[in-house]
């Protein structure tokens, strides 16, 4: 581990010495509970990361985050992405995925390759886009209903994606089942309406497809190969949006990935603190780890004071929120609503975030700015 990425933090505020303790995730150990999230930059060319990619994901761990988890990239299917700048996870693109594992472990840290899949909301025009139901979004078409064997080639080739993730030394992957894309297309009832075991009403039945692909990823695996899950209620075109209506359904939902093979649960919203359903302050991390029992991250404008669709969408700049942050972020993992928290945006425009956060200078951390993200060239 390099002097840059020790888990030194000689003037902590008080009270975040939980924050900076160590936890044990699956085969290792993380040196404090921050995490780097996927998010997109654009910096691939035929799918394969860029040495600027590498450099991004190390020098963040450099910085102090205990786990980097790289941006989503298309498994090794035909159907997956037609996106011209989207990352791959394929035999020809292993060696740039080295690469940056590599940097990444030569700063202290491991690192999670997050596997994905476009689904309906893939470009339609090659005749080749899948979805649950022919659905992209309510009101929009995505391409084909998959038929069975549709889904078990793609089931395999997250396996062999995931398999390739291993190969090369990641410590585990992440399976992308949010924000509207296939996994989560199967999730929600609006854009899966499927008869045949794989939808309807019951979530179990929405599930069984993403479940059966983290059972084979875990057999393919082993025991000790971290699988981690990321979920959302809302979609990019629907803030609203539910797949889980109460709790109890989270809790159906939460035994049959445990009983697959999940490591840890990433509960992805817009505002961490935001309660999920009436009745209780908890928001959707919480109640992931309180139905779960496995240990969750959550995510959403940590440091900021707008959301992430906001800053990609919305008119002005986020401005941070340090001290609310702080506030809150503590006082929901005191009672133990979550066990890991993930740094986004703050994370593109600071490197350096998790240190300043840990040695208490948050007058010192560079608040994001869009033009933070110029280089991201997606291609909707």
């Not at 980097?68 to 020809?92: G, K």
């Not at 022919?134 to 549709?150: E, I, K, L």
Request: charged share 20%.
């Amino acid at each position: 581990m390099t002097a840059a990425a020790s888990n030194t933090w000689p003037t902590a505020p008080a009270g975040t010495a939980g924050l900076f303790s160590p936890l044990r995730i699956g085969h290792v150990t993380l040196r404090n509970r921050f995490v780097m999230p996927g998010m997109q930059r654009g910096w691939c060319k035929d799918g394969a990361p860029l040495p600027e990619l590498a450099n991004y994901y190390r020098r963040r761990a450099e910085g102090g985050v205990a786990m980097i988890i790289a941006e989503s990239s298309a498994v090794d299917h035909v159907t997956a992405t037609v996106q011209p700048t989207a990352c791959r996870l394929n035999p020809a693109t292993a060696g740039a995925w080295a690469r940056c594992v590599e940097a990444v472990h030569s700063a202290g840290a491991p690192m999670l390759l997050q596997l994905w899949h476009e689904g309906g909301r893939r470009n339609p025009s090659d005749g080749q886009t899948i979805s649950p139901s022919g659905v992209a979004y309510p009101g929009h078409p995505g391409g084909r209903a998959a038929t069975h064997a549709d889904l078990e080639q793609v089931r395999d080739a997250f396996v062999r994606s995931a398999k390739l993730a291993q190969t090369i030394g990641a410590d585990g992957i992440e399976v992308h089942a949010c924000h509207g894309y296939l996994l989560d297309q199967f999730l929600w009832t609006a854009t899966n309406q499927r008869e045949d075991g794989y939808g309807g009403v019951a979530i179990a039945d929405r599930a069984r497809f993403p479940v059966a692909i983290v059972a084979a990823i875990r057999a393919a695996c082993g025991p000790e190969f971290i699988i981690s899950f990321r979920f959302s209620q809302w979609k990019e075109h629907d803030y609203g949006a539910r797949i889980a209506s109460a709790p109890a359904e989270l809790a159906t939902l939460a035994a049959l990935l445990r009983g697959a093979g999940v490591t840890l649960l990433h509960a992805s919203t817009r505002r961490f603190w935001i309660p999920e359903w009436d009745g209780s302050d908890l928001g959707l991390a919480g109640w992931t780890r309180r139905v779960s029992g496995l240990p969750t991250i959550a995510v959403g404008s940590v440091g900021l004071d707008r959301d992430v669709m906001e800053s990609f969408l919305g008119d002005g700049e986020a401005e941070l929120r340090m001290q609310a942050t702080h506030d809150e972020l503590m006082r929901r993992f005191a009672r133990g609503d979550f066990d890991l928290v993930a740094i986004g945006r703050s994370l593109i425009s600071d490197p350096d975030w998790v240190r300043k956060f840990g040695e208490g200078r948050f007058d010192a951390i560079r608040t994001f700015r869009k033009a933070d993200i110029a280089s991201l060239q997606w291609e909707w």
